[in-house]
């Protein structure tokens, strides 16, 4: 029996059928986790080595290149990239998509175990980590309207525990604010009169501050545990040690130093809109859902703020406001274009009921959908929300296409019950197959190897569950509802039908179109040969991006200061950038990490609705403002939530050997760079060190002397800039005690000459008897990828599309660069990532245009009829570049997504027309059954259209928070899909016609062959 039958014949049963994946999706609903995008996996790896008081160079050679030989034997090894500094090596694999990141670990564990012997016994064990989203803060809180000191124990005693106990926070990191620090600053004229060394005092402070067990006694009956209590209790406990000399004498540890309670030297400031203050990064626990923790927060926030009036308590970054704004929009969208959708039903169908039964379709199937995310472990995000956004109008179209012919059957005279079962039984086989088709096309994008296919999976299930569970509606709850509401109205019957004057419009321009249909078929592919031609010569403007910008209402400002800036001038620039753009109105909050030769400046907007400009122009009126700061770099960068796994949108590689050549060529790339129109925010991945002092120490010398290398470099370190020895707890607070010289022994190079290094007699040495010391200069980073040294300039575009910019870089590049034969030039960033996405998309369109062609010859059990219908394929392709063109957008992955939908959706109405003419070509000849069936599809196939175009208008449109991301694919589709509507009511009969007459006499002449007929 026919599921369209036993709908009809069990409604009870039916009905409470679809109740039960009501009620199930809206339980699923409220459980569904909320995010911004799905959970993507990053196929990156991170190896972290640290090598103490290894220069650039020496880390490059000793640490990082075998750790480079080593991994890159790695199975689904992409891209190998590395970067040493002073001290430190960071290894970052780029892994192929789809590989198990746990097996790759556990590989890389392997090899490191195998080289470990091979790093210097200095450098510590390499750590291996993955790339953690999440590690991200979810919130920042900024604290102002106290001193720095005052701040910073509130945050730490108060605020910091307040919010670490909340259900789904991981941590609330400080930052900003002044630390308490104990400082003996200590003479070394004395240390050498009484011929102590620091190491002497450094162990006296740690063995006289000692907790510790001394077993039990027994008092009694009971045994008692016994204790010795001699930490430092005050800092007067330190001042009143006694240091034994090499003589033998004691002498009070304050005749030799001076012991400062005060704080750690300033190495950061942080500011909240002008003043002071104290900093909070909230991050989540990896499983907590980011909107409920942000909204825990909030509440405790919100509470603080009563208990500290006296302070200016502000959330400055909240992750989760912007996901809460984008889904709240992308849902207002969904439901503007329902309610767009059900008003073109009744515009058409002029029937309550047809109405109400169709709308039905909407609710059902989406709450179906939702039930099937839940059990797939989908969450809601604006991919998989935009999904069924995208999908609201395509829902109702079986239900039309069912409802029309029912309808269509009662106005010939069926009852309700043998019309609902004639009717949906005769299109079953055209809703299935449209369904199958549109469905089809995600299938291609699984085979898509990049972010690409981790981001649009979720959107291509959430799509085919509403579309299947549309399907099951159309062909179950439709008929049943019609066999019991359907009404229609007594003058309403076929012959009515047929002779309405739009109908009769068509069918007269269709006689026409068929009696010139070779004309017709010429000037078609006349049109396409200019039109291809236009794109690929450029006549017709289409650019191109890698994704759309989502205005977030955030700018980071990145200030690099000039040669050893201290904090104080670090500092200074910092409130001449805020002077200058504190006026912008568009502006709510700016924060400020000052550091020594940098800042960072984190800007947050006003609501979208408040104000007249976005992200994007409010970032250049910065650019502009701080341009004529002389002396810092100042790079300004408006935040999106859609970026690839570059940082950056331009990028011009130089590879070679040599450093010095690789920063020459990289500054005049850079130079080139800056002529070109659009290009904003160019920075040099390599960077001449600052200036600083070399002290290459004398081993032979070192070890007549009695030292080690490792003695040597650990004394001067605590000499010069201070040594944690031990702490001081105080009232549960724990207070860093530093060893270090006084002030005047450590701050000039004669200081640094004439630094004295005591041996275990008490005789010193100089260390300039130990080392030669003078100037130097290096690089502050060396960075390589697949183990070559190269130079990234990076810069981003503003005003001008990606694919457009690259063009003239690459072209700039090639005529004016000139780079010697054993130096290279790449280019990476977004607009590498467009090219490899593109490349990808453009297989998986054709493996879908081709996956349709398939379905369709199941189907119609042709090879012939599916050609037929492939034609509506160029002409909506058309149709989507018109449409990017009128609306001034650039094609994008999303568009290119588009595209790829829009294959499974226009071949839908040609199905319904196709299927229906040759049913009607069982009873009359080819013209006749054109010419009768095409304005019997009409109507469905104008419906089905302009409800997929309406409800996907809000989207198209841009309404919202978030809403660029999904508007090329909404505008993509909706052009596509109305260009070839309205050629396909002509071009597809006309190319049957030509077709089907010349597959006949094919097929004649064939008879006449093999059966000599």
Known sequence: MKISNLSVDRPVAITMIIL?????????????????????????????????????????????????????????????????REGFSWVMLRLNYGTDLTEAKNDLRDLMAEIENRLPDSAETPRIRNFDPNAEPIMEISIAGMEAEQLKTIAEDSIQPELEKINGVAAAEISGGREREIKINIDQN???????????????????????????????????????????????????????????????????????????????ISYLNGRESVGLSIQKQGDSNIVSVAN??????????????????????????????????????????????????????????????????????????????????????????????????????NSIVVLENIYRKRAKGLDRFKAAKAGSSEVTTAIFASTLTTAAVFIPIVFVEDMMAELFTPMALTVSFSLFASLLVALTFIPMLSSKALKISHNENNNALKDKKYLNFYQNILKKALKNRYKILVGLIVFFIFFGSGIYFGFIPITTEYMPASDQGSIRVYVSMPDNSTIERSDQIAKEIYNQIKEIKEIENVTARVNNGRARFSIELITQDQR????????????????????????????????????????????????????????????LLNKIEGIRNTDLSLER??????????????????????????????????????????????????????????????NLRNLKIFKANGDSVLLSQLA??????????????????????????????LGEVQQDVEKIMAAELNLPTNYLLSYGGEAQEMDESFSQLIIAAVMAILLVYMVMAAQFESLIYPFVIMFTVPLSAAGAVIALIITGMSLSTYGMIGAIMLVGIVVNNAIVMIDYINNRKEKMNRREAILEAAPIRLRPILMTTLT??????????????????????????????????????????????????????VVNYLRKIVHNE
């Open 612 to 671: 007249q400009q976005d992200v994007e122009a409010v970032a250049e009126a910065i650019r502009n403002k701080t341009a004529a700061i002389a002396g810092p770099r100042i790079n300004v960068a408006a935040q999106s939530s859609m970026r690839g796994g570059s940082g950056s949108s331009i990028e011009v590689k130089i590879s070679g050997s040599d450093l010095e050549t690789l920063l020459n060529y990289g500054e005049n790339a850079e130079r």
């Open 296 to 397: 825990e927060v909030e509440t405790a926030v919100e509470n603080l703020k009563q208990s500290y009036s006296d302070l200016e308590i502000v959330i400055t970054s909240n992750n989760a406001e912007y996901i809460k704004d984008s889904l709240a929009s992308v849902q207002q969208n969904f439901i503007i274009g329902g309610i767009l959708a059900v008003i073109i039903l009744y515009l058409f169908l002029r029937n309550i009921s047809s109405t109400i039964v169709i709308a039905t379709a909407i609710p059902t199937s989406i709450l179906a959908t939702f039930a099937i995310m839940f059990f797939t472990d989908l969450s809601i995000n604006t991919i998989t929300l935009g999904g069924i956004a995208l999908g609201v109008g395509m829902i109702v179209d």
């Open 20 to 84: 039960v994946i009501v009620l199930i999706g809206g339980v699923a609903l409220t459980m569904l986790p909320l995010e911004l995008t799905p959970d993507i996996e990053m196929p990156f790896l991170m190896i972290t080595t640290s090598y103490s008081g290894g220069s650039p160079e020496e880390v490059e050679e000793l640490v990082t290149r075998p750790i480079e030989q080593s991994v890159a034997t790695l199975d689904g090894l992409d891209t190998l990239s590395t970067t040493s």
């Open 948 to 1001: 997929t175009v309406l409800a996907m208008m809000p989207l198209a449109v841009g309404i919202g928070t978030g809403a660029e991301t999904q508007q090329p694919l909404a505008v993509v589709v909706i052009g596509g899909l109305l260009f070839s509507t309205i050629l396909t009511l002509i071009i597809i009969p006309v190319v049957y016609d030509i077709v089907d007459e010349f597959r006949n006499k």
């Open 190 to 268: 004395l240390l050498e009169a009484y011929q102590i060394s620091l190491d002497q005092i450094a162990s006296v402070i740690r063995a006289s501050n000692q907790d510790g067990g001394l077993g039990s006694v027994m008092v009694g009956e009971e045994e008692i545990s016994v204790r010795a209590q001699g930490e430092f209790e005050i800092v007067d406990d330190i001042r009143n040690l006694k240091i034994r000399t090499s003589a033998g004498d004691e002498i009070p540890l304050t005749l030799i130093s001076k012991i400062e309670d005060s704080y750690k030297d300033v190495s950061s």
């Open 689 to 750: 060190g600052n200036p600083e002092i070399h002290v290459n120490l004398n081993r032979r010398e070192i070890q007549n002397q009695g030292f080690t290398e490792r003695e040597i470099i650990t004394y001067a370190e605590m000499a010069l800039d201070g040594s944690t020895v031990d702490q001081l707890t105080e009232a549960g607070e724990e207070i860093d005690i530093i060893i270090q010289l006084a002030e005047a022994d450590r701050r000039s190079l004669n």
């Open 772 to 801: 030669e010391i003078g100037p130097g200069s290096g690089f502050s980073a060396i960075e390589r990828e697949n183990q070559q040294r190269y130079i990234t300039v990076s810069a981003d575009t503003f005003e001008r599309a």
